[in-house]
């Protein structure tokens, strides 16, 4: 309970205190639904904005394509509709920006446009973010991209939040990709999409251990 409705409530005191802080706190969640409400249309219009600039710095930006297997470094800066009642960011606002790290490295390199000629989309089968520190509003931080490597179905990345060195959480996602008409594409199609793969590519053991612990049984209802 915020620190607010806290001591309302112990001020009052008594059955009737109680009550009234009971009151204040449906209030305050009352006004917390009409507020996510409401930012929930904005921060939709905030990701397709940030979609959109980040379309145009793709385009714009002069030189050599990097490669699929670089690192992608997509910047951020913390807006309103990132925040929550709590004036941090709100968790599920990291989860929609790693989807715009993964477009910004599949793009760059030039391979969401060959897998979109192709009839190809990319789906996220599991993902795990782990937490660390906050963001508040107005801050600039910088998300990672980098792709792990692969098994036999899926494409493993680490996606990494970052802001003045420190790491303020870190994702790990397992996406698939398919074929509009049905089907998975393989993942050496991809690989070969890409111009091949380097060398020491090699999916880390942990990456495998994860992908297990999170995997649901065919049996699961």
Do not use: C
């Not at 790693?98 to 000629?117: E, N, P």
């Amino acid at each position: 309970m915020p620190a607010g409705l806290l001591a309302e409530a112990r001020l009052e005191g008594g059955t009737d205190g109680a009550r009234s802080g009971g009151n204040a706190l449906v209030r305050f969640l009352q006004r917390g639904r009409g507020v996510h409400r409401a930012t929930g249309v904005i921060g939709s219009v905030n990701l397709y904005f940030r979609l959109f600039l980040l379309t145009l710095r793709v385009r714009l930006r002069p030189g050599p394509r990097p490669s699929l297997w670089d690192e992608a470094h997509t910047r951020f800066r913390v807006a309103p509709t990132d925040l929550d009642p709590l004036r941090h960011v709100n968790n599920g606002k990291y989860l929609s920006m790693l989807d715009l790290g993964r477009y910004d490295l599949m793009a760059r390199s030039g391979f969401w446009q060959a897998v979109a000629r192709r009839g190809w989309y990319a789906v996220v089968a599991a993902q795990t973010i782990t937490y660390k520190r906050s963001l508040t509003l107005g801050q600039r931080f910088t998300l990672v991209t980098k792709v792990l490597g692969t098994d036999e179905r899926s494409v493993y990345l680490e996606q990494t939040f970052v802001r003045r060195g420190a790491v303020i959480a870190r994702a790990v996602v397992q996406a698939r990709f398919l074929r509009r008409e049905g089907g998975h594409v393989s993942p050496g199609e991809l690989v070969d999409l890409a111009g091949g793969a380097p060398r020491d590519l090699s999916l880390p053991a942990w990456v495998h251990e994860w992908a297990d612990a999170v995997r649901i049984s065919s049996a699961a209802r």
